[in-house]
């Protein structure tokens, strides 16, 4: 569904991410890990077309390297950015229907929100609450699911568990789970690199950059070294 190649991303002069490769499977849970400043949100945003970048994105078999963020979101590129980012002043269901923006049925739109209150059944409860008094777990929920109502081919999660305590992170990471049992194909950018490992397919190591190791759980884990500057990360 997606291959990136040779990618490098750039602010101003500086150059953030080095020429860096990798593909994500249609279905699968793809994890891109690193600590602070390793350039996971860099290579995210690059895929949105937000940040200046070099290389090529292939998606669902068409360039889209040079074409605008709308564009790239119309053909089914949705994100639940790093800090959540509601509208604070508007009802978690405003919020949903901003989230379809891109769809010109609103009955569908109706349907959809329907639906994923079925799946968020505290956001159901909270539908009327203005979004900003909502606890940072269910601001997150809100957050995943408005990035779905635009009913996406692949969903990029930027640091989901970003700043949860424990057990709301477990919450967090039980949902996600559930979104890839129904087929959504995710990229899931996370420094929680225990519960990402359990959840991803495959899995990259970003640091500084550059993608030093890559492959499944297991064959990660395996790599004593590299595990050691990933906090959580156990054998």
């Not at 923006?101 to 329907?114: Q, W, Y």
């Not at 539908?127 to 996406?152: C, F, H, V, Y």
């Amino acid at each position: 569904m997606l291959i990136v190649n040779d990618l490098s991303v750039f602010y101003g002069k500086i150059k953030v991410v080095h020429n860096i490769n990798f593909t994500i499977e249609e279905g699968s849970c793809v994890a891109l890990l690193g600590p602070n400043g390793a350039g996971k949100t860099s290579t995210i945003s690059s895929i949105l077309g937000t940040v200046n970048s070099t290389g090529t994105v292939n998606f669902c078999n068409q360039d889209i390297s040079k074409i605008q963020t709308e564009d790239r979101i119309k053909l089914g590129i949705s994100i639940a950015p790093e800090g959540r980012r509601v509208f604070s002043n508007l009802s978690v269901f405003e919020n949903l229907y901003l989230g379809s923006a891109i769809r010109k049925d609103r009955a569908i739109a109706d349907n959809e929100i329907e639906n994923w209150f079925n799946i968020f059944p505290i956001l159901k409860e909270r539908k009327d609450q203005s979004a900003g008094t909502l606890s940072g777990g269910e601001q997150q929920m809100l957050t995943i699911a408005r990035a779905l109502m635009g009913n996406p081919k692949i969903l990029l999660l930027d640091e989901p568990s970003l700043g949860l305590a424990p057990m709301i992170t477990k919450q967090v990471f039980e949902l996600i789970e559930t979104l890839k049992t129904k087929g959504i194909t995710i990229l899931l950018v996370e420094q929680n690199a225990t519960e990402a490992l359990k959840l991803a397919d495959y899995s990259y190591i970003l640091n500084s950059g550059n993608i030093v190791a890559h492959g499944n759980r297991s064959e990660i884990l395996k790599k004593g070294d590299l595990m050691s500057s990933l906090t959580g990360v156990e054998n």
